[in-house]
């Protein structure tokens, strides 16, 4: 086994040779192109995979300036609603004071024509209480001492109404 036989050297170097013209001929340029198209669709497929992560990063950033958007916009509604709300509490303390002056005003004036009313009966009273005095000072004839008294009764009755 250890010998070397140049005849079986040459014929395994012919059918080595035969055989890479074949495989050459049929195999070769059919796996070449194989490898080719499976190279094309690695490369494609990469690319892909690229823009598709551009386009992924894209529409990150899209919604980032959309939630920052909505953000922005929550704030500047929750603004407007405190703006409102202020609004609305102010006009309703405004009103409520003008109601309550309102409100005071015809107390007032309640009170004023209630006085103007008592006044009026007290002048009625007084004129009546005079008229009664008038009587009394006419029906007696009085001297000095007894009208002094008299008038002196008659502050003292109106001092008690």
Not at 58 to 68: G, H, I, Y
Request: net charge positive.
């Amino acid at each position: 086994m250890l010998q070397l036989n140049p005849g079986v050297i040459i014929w395994t170097a012919i059918t080595f040779g035969l055989l890479l013209v074949l495989l050459r001929a049929t195999a070769w340029k059919p796996i070449l192109k194989a490898l080719d198209d499976r190279e094309g669709n690695i490369r494609k497929s990469i690319e892909r995979a690229e823009e598709a992560k551009r386009e992924a990063e894209r529409l990150l950033e899209e919604n980032r300036k959309s939630r920052n958007e909505a953000e922005e916009r929550a704030q500047q509604l929750i603004r407007e609603a405190k703006e409102l709300s202020e609004k609305v509490r102010s006009e309703a303390v405004s009103k409520a004071q003008v109601d309550a002056n309102r409100l005071l005003d015809k107390a007032r004036s309640e009170i004023e024509r209630d006085k103007q009313q008592a006044l009026e009966q007290l002048h009625g009273v007084v004129a009546e209480l005079a008229v009664k005095a008038a009587e009394k000072i006419l029906k007696e004839s009085m001297d000095n001492a007894k009208q002094k008294k008299l008038v002196e009764g008659f502050l003292s009755t109106m001092e008690k109404n």
